[in-house]
């Protein structure tokens, strides 16, 4: 069993390599709840709609979130109803912020929302929300303190960060099954996720950091910083916020209470040499996803380091190409 | 000022006749909400939408209900979730019932939220739902009590019935307005509507009826039956159902404590003499609506009965040619 802390784009990205090259069954993924936000008044989870559009093939690849091929007919008449567009609901996508509302209004929590709408849509992996406890990101500016969203969808992240919290963490459990999956995977991966405020909130669950140091298995991180740049996103900005450089150190740093491997750019192959140096085994791989080939490689790549002899060689790369080169089913 | 009780599709046809012929500003609705159900967890109001699309020029008139060029993609994903998908909610109609059900769970009223929407949509003419209190039309049958919806659009009225009630009615208000509003109107139009499940619940609301027969204009009801038939729909079944016959009779029983003036059909010009030596009002015309010009002729010619030298010739008739063989705005 393998378990995966994931949330944001690049997290999305990196499952949707991972289910071409194990089998969807052997995958439990832990997800950011902090982004979740109340979008004219449903219950929208953005990291485990990701990550269930990706595992179900709904995901819309282009834009990387949302489902494919979706249209915005609500959206446009919300407009005309003098309500909020910044967040970008299509219609389809619309029908899980629906029913996940519904189950959530007649009591249901999260995990269990989650559980059946991967049920209906034959998400075979297990997706579990970081916590059942509302979780939020706040993100404080000169004009505010934010939620993430508003800061990252609505603002287009151009105002300058003075922190990030995450507010009602201190009073959130863990939801059912995230220590245990921790605890006894055969690798934690953490995908390459802004470390802040995509990993950030589910580090601040109480509970799960001790569970990482306590893991049976490696914990592998892949980093989403390449040379002083993110990947993708405000990363960078965000780790400055929190005194971390926005290198692989910034990212090492971040996760050093229980890092066993990093996974960084072959661009950062001198940059590793500093950190092996300081006694983390750092590990060079092509990072950037740009196909589905890419996805695949890398994820091959990071189980191969994060399992070793665990998982046979065949088990790790072995899956027909064909399913790899497939676009979504 | 003119008050329409108004439910169903043969209100809304009624409606689209009537604001060709009068400025919306001089019309109050009074809508059935006996029809509202909760789909998908959203708040849905079946007829004051249909009279807010009416008013708004987004009715498709093709079907009689929701808005015209309308997509159905977020439907075909709850269908794909496993929900239900008998009524049917296009892709734009979701927006106002998202925004209702935002403004009831906010605690705002129906009323409050009908006029919100209303503004949002540039409605001039004034609605109301007869009530802000839950009234459920209920229809008994031999597979057991139905919602109203359930009965009529899930199972195409093929059940059965035994009788038919208004849950609620009795504990029920009227909704801020609808008294004065039938009390102190020039007329009183009874639209051509399902006089049991559609003007019914509105009957239903204590004091409704008291206030109809005190009204200071007349009342004056167009028939939806034609000879021994509807015009469309269950109203027969269901009029029988009530010990009432099926033709205009039938119609003018229902309403006779308050009724001034019954307009029915020109098919029906023999009944309407039985029901004049009785001592009723009948008055004769054209009342199916095919076209738009059907409408507008049957919203003058009811106007001229009930209002009769109140409001001017020309402001029954004399509204711009252009207007009423336009199609909606």
Redesign the interface.
Not at 168 to 184: K, L, M, N, Q, R
Not at 281 to 289: D, H, K, N, S
């Given at each position: 069993m393998i378990c995966v802390l994931t949330g944001g784009t690049g997290g999305a990205k990196f499952v949707d390599g991972l289910r071409q090259v194990i089998p969807p069954e052997e995958i439990t993924l832990i997800v950011n709840t902090g982004d979740d936000l109340l979008w004219?008044?449903?219950y929208v989870s953005p990291d485990i709609d990701s990550i269930t559009y990706v595992l179900s093939g709904l995901l819309s690849r282009e834009r990387g979130w949302g489902?494919k091929g979706?249209?915005f007919?609500?959206l446009?008449?919300?407009g005309?109803?003098?309500?909020p567009t910044w967040f970008h609901t299509?219609?389809?996508?619309?029908?899980?912020h629906?029913?996940r509302?519904?189950l959530l209004?007649e009591g249901k929590t999260l995990s269990e929302a989650t559980s059946t709408?991967c049920d209906?849509?034959g998400v075979k992996a297990r997706i579990l929300p970081m916590s059942d406890s509302r979780v939020e990101t706040r993100v404080d500016t000169p004009s505010g303190e934010l939620s993430f969203e508003e800061y990252f969808v609505q603002r287009w992240y151009q105002d300058p960060v003075h922190s990030v919290r995450f507010a009602g963490a201190s009073d959130a459990e863990p939801a059912p099954g995230v220590i245990e999956a921790i605890v006894s995977a055969d690798a934690v991966l953490v995908a390459p996720s802004n470390p802040i405020t995509s990993i950030g909130p589910i580090l601040a669950v109480p509970g799960v950091r001790e569970a990482l140091r306590r893991a049976r298995g490696k914990v592998a991180a892949v980093s989403p910083i390449i040379g002083n740049a993110p990947v993708a996103g405000p990363a960078g900005i965000l780790m400055a916020a929190h005194g971390l450089p926005c290198s692989i150190a910034g990212v090492a740093k971040a996760y050093e209470d229980f890092l066993d491997v990093l996974i960084c750019d072959t661009k950062d192959a001198r940059a590793a040499e500093a950190l092996r140096a300081n006694g983390l085994r750092v590990e060079c791989a092509q990072t950037i996803m740009r196909s589905v080939e890419d996805k695949a490689a890398l994820a091959r790549t990071v189980l191969s380091f994060a399992v070793g002899g665990l998982l046979s060689e065949e088990r790790v790369s072995g899956r027909p190409a064909a399913r790899a080169a497939s676009d979504q089913p």
């Amino acid at each position: 069993m393998i378990c995966v802390l994931t949330g944001g784009t690049g997290g999305a990205k990196f499952v949707d390599g991972l289910r071409q090259v194990i089998p969807p069954e052997e995958i439990t993924l832990i997800v950011n709840t902090g982004d979740d936000l109340l979008w004219w008044g449903l219950y929208v989870s953005p990291d485990i709609d990701s990550i269930t559009y990706v595992l179900s093939g709904l995901l819309s690849r282009e834009r990387g979130w949302g489902v494919k091929g979706d249209t915005f007919l609500c959206l446009q008449a919300m407009g005309q109803l003098g309500e909020p567009t910044w967040f970008h609901t299509g219609d389809r996508d619309l029908a899980v912020h629906l029913l996940r509302s519904r189950l959530l209004a007649e009591g249901k929590t999260l995990s269990e929302a989650t559980s059946t709408i991967c049920d209906k849509l034959g998400v075979k992996a297990r997706i579990l929300p970081m916590s059942d406890s509302r979780v939020e990101t706040r993100v404080d500016t000169p004009s505010g303190e934010l939620s993430f969203e508003e800061y990252f969808v609505q603002r287009w992240y151009q105002d300058p960060v003075h922190s990030v919290r995450f507010a009602g963490a201190s009073d959130a459990e863990p939801a059912p099954g995230v220590i245990e999956a921790i605890v006894s995977a055969d690798a934690v991966l953490v995908a390459p996720s802004n470390p802040i405020t995509s990993i950030g909130p589910i580090l601040a669950v109480p509970g799960v950091r001790e569970a990482l140091r306590r893991a049976r298995g490696k914990v592998a991180a892949v980093s989403p910083i390449i040379g002083n740049a993110p990947v993708a996103g405000p990363a960078g900005i965000l780790m400055a916020a929190h005194g971390l450089p926005c290198s692989i150190a910034g990212v090492a740093k971040a996760y050093e209470d229980f890092l066993d491997v990093l996974i960084c750019d072959t661009k950062d192959a001198r940059a590793a040499e500093a950190l092996r140096a300081n006694g983390l085994r750092v590990e060079c791989a092509q990072t950037i996803m740009r196909s589905v080939e890419d996805k695949a490689a890398l994820a091959r790549t990071v189980l191969s380091f994060a399992v070793g002899g665990l998982l046979s060689e065949e088990r790790v790369s072995g899956r027909p190409a064909a399913r790899a080169a497939s676009d979504q089913p």
